[in-house]
């Protein structure tokens, strides 16, 4: 059997295929393309649904051709139904004559049929590079494809492999003859037989080794092995690592990486998402599957929901102040908090990172606790690394639309405006509510435009989002700013009438209060 080609060349029917596409403009771009031929887990922590997650996580487009169907879940195999070859073959057809597939993946592969039907469709449609996971039994025991399909996979499919994923049981039944593998020594000693049936470069896995502290894989590419070690993860979170590894080296192999360098990113990428997902609980069975986005922990209901009302009382630390008055961050927000503040900010402009971001972690702990949103003044690497509720940028800060692209679509993001233009930009790039200022001379900020009332109205007026006001707002003025009656005006921001004050709760209970009347006059 001839080989496809490989990860070497790009064979000239793929670049007439692209060629031909009449719908391509010189400003649509060609994304990273991967099919998984593999078969579906109905509890989703391996199979054709792991392989979408992992190519989705790593960037690139996962189309998925469906050769058999498992109801599965965390305590194993069920059932099985297979799909009959010719509807497999329909799927390849529709797939590969339409997509630009770089690499396809292919895993469970349940009868020799199927695997004919596959290296048929190859033929016809080459692509960069095929990754074989000889998936065969689960790792609950259930057999996925038997030693019917042994024969066709020795020679004909490993022969046309740019590389093969066996885990030490899957090597040990390729190479027949009662071979066992539980050491390093007899893994690369299997590489090496593997290679001599013909892949260009072999991975042996060796998840499953017995009495290995460490989570040991080698790869041979025919002169030299590789080992990769990491330690291995103490968690029943398994399920679904091999579909998850053997993807993700397609996923890379697509975005243009060689072999060792896409292997080596697999193999990271596991380690990552099973140290992330060790304690999560998905199912009550022994094999339970892992988080590849590394989301689900962070997952919490109040992110998603920003209320303008929030904006009431917006308090905005300041660290020269509390420096002055020899208090925490953590303790000037506590205060504020208690004292009735309906959302933080943390404006630390002289902070080092380091210091900044403990900080920060514990104000987030102290506004989740609360119920009080918490964003970061400018920072958006510290936002993201403690997890806040959102960011506020100036006019000089970064966009909000590339903000917005950082922090994803749950976040809060706020701008500060001064005229009406900004206010317009600041809808169309995705704010989620404006601070418009200075309303009133300050001196927390240097060469601050003040705007005054007229010009918090202006922005008001031209404002599709809500509005806070700022600068120069304290207890003797407040009324006067909420009295311009903009129904968008939600609320005001202080700096020094909290911050630079002797006791800052009695400060943010004054301020509230003061706040409360003047709504209640004008209803
Ligand atoms: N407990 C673990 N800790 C760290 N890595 C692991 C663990 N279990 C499996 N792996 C890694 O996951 C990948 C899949 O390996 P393996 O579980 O042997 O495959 P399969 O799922 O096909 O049986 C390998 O890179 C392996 O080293
Ligand atoms: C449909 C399908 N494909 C592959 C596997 C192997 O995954 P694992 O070895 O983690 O059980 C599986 N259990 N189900
Ligand atoms: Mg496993």
């Known amino acids: 059997m001839q080989s496809?080609?490989?990860i070497r060349s790009w064979p000239a029917t793929y670049r007439a295929t692209t060629a031909s596409m009449t719908t391509t403009t010189e400003s649509m771009r060609k994304v990273a393309q991967v099919v998984t031929v593999a078969g579906s887990d109905s509890g989703a922590g391996a199979g054709i649904q792991a392989d979408i997650k992992v190519c989705s996580a790593r960037g690139v487009y996962c189309a998925s051709v469906i050769t058999a169907v498992t109801a599965q879940n965390t305590h194993g195999v069920q059932s099985v139904h297979l799909l009959p070859p010719e509807f497999v073959s329909e799927q390849l057809k529709s797939v590969l004559s339409d997509l630009q597939i770089d690499v396809v993946k292919t895993g469970m592969l349940p009868s020799p049929e199927i695997?004919?039907?596959?290296?048929?469709?190859?033929s016809e449609y080459p692509v960069r590079a095929l990754v074989v996971d000889p998936v065969m039994v689960s790792t609950s025991g259930h057999v996925l494809a038997g030693s019917s399909i042994l024969s066709i996979f020795r020679e004909r499919l490993l022969p046309v492999a740019d590389i093969i994923t066996p885990n030490v049981k899957e090597a040990?039944?390729?190479?027949?003859?009662?071979?066992?593998?539980?050491?390093?020594?007899?893994?690369?000693s299997a590489a090496k037989s593997l290679h001599d049936m013909g892949p260009r470069f072999v991975l042996v896995k060796g998840g499953d080794l017995p009495d290995s502290s460490d989570s040991v894989d080698?790869?041979?590419?025919?002169?030299?092995f590789h080992e990769l070690h990491s330690p291995r993860i103490t968690t029943r979170n398994t399920h679904g690592t091999g579909c998850t590894l053997a993807s993700c080296i397609a996923a890379e192999l697509a975005k243009g990486s060689n072999m060792l360098s896409a292997v080596k990113v697999a193999k990271r990428f596991v380690d990552s998402a099973l140290n992330y997902s060790k304690d999560i609980v998905i199912g009550s069975g022994m094999q339970g599957p892992f988080d590849h986005f590394l989301r689900l922990k962070k997952k919490d209901l109040r992110q998603s929901t920003f209320n303008p009302d929030d904006l009431f009382l917006y308090a905005v630390t300041d660290s020269r102040m509390n420096k002055k008055w020899n208090r925490s961050i953590v303790d000037a927000v506590k205060a504020a908090i208690e004292g009735g503040a309906t959302i933080i900010q943390l404006r630390e402009k002289e902070a080092e990172t380091r210091e900044f971001l403990e900080e920060a972690k514990s104000c987030v702990e102290i506004c989740r606790s609360n119920g009080v949103c918490l964003l970061i003044n400018d920072r958006v690497d510290i936002a993201l690394a403690c997890d806040a509720d959102g960011v506020h940028v100036g006019q000089s800060d970064m966009p909000v639309d590339l903000v917005r692209s950082l922090l994803g679509p749950d976040k809060i993001i706020g701008v500060s405006c001064?005229?009406?233009?900004?206010?317009h930009q600041a809808w169309k790039d995705g704010a989620d509510y404006i601070g418009s200022g200075g309303v009133f001379p300050t001196n927390t900020k240097a060469n601050n435009r003040t705007i005054g009332l007229d010009g918090l109205k202006e922005v008001c007026k031209a404002s599709k989002l809500p509005v806070v006001a700022i600068g120069g707002i304290g207890i003797s003025n407040a009324e006067s700013v909420m009295r311009i009656d903009e129904p968008n005006l939600k609320g005001v921001a202080v700096v020094s009438a909290l911050f630079d004050q002797q006791c800052v709760l009695t400060q943010a209970k004054k301020l509230h209060k003061t706040l409360r009347e003047s709504k209640r006059e004008q209803q």
């Open 4 to 6: 496809l080609g490989g």
């Open 115 to 122: 695997v004919d039907v596959l290296l048929q469709s190859l």
């Open 172 to 188: 040990a039944a390729l190479l027949g003859g009662g071979v066992r593998i539980q050491t390093v020594a007899q893994m690369r």
């Open 218 to 224: 080698v790869y041979f590419d025919g002169k030299e």
């Open 418 to 423: 001064k005229t009406e233009e900004q206010a």
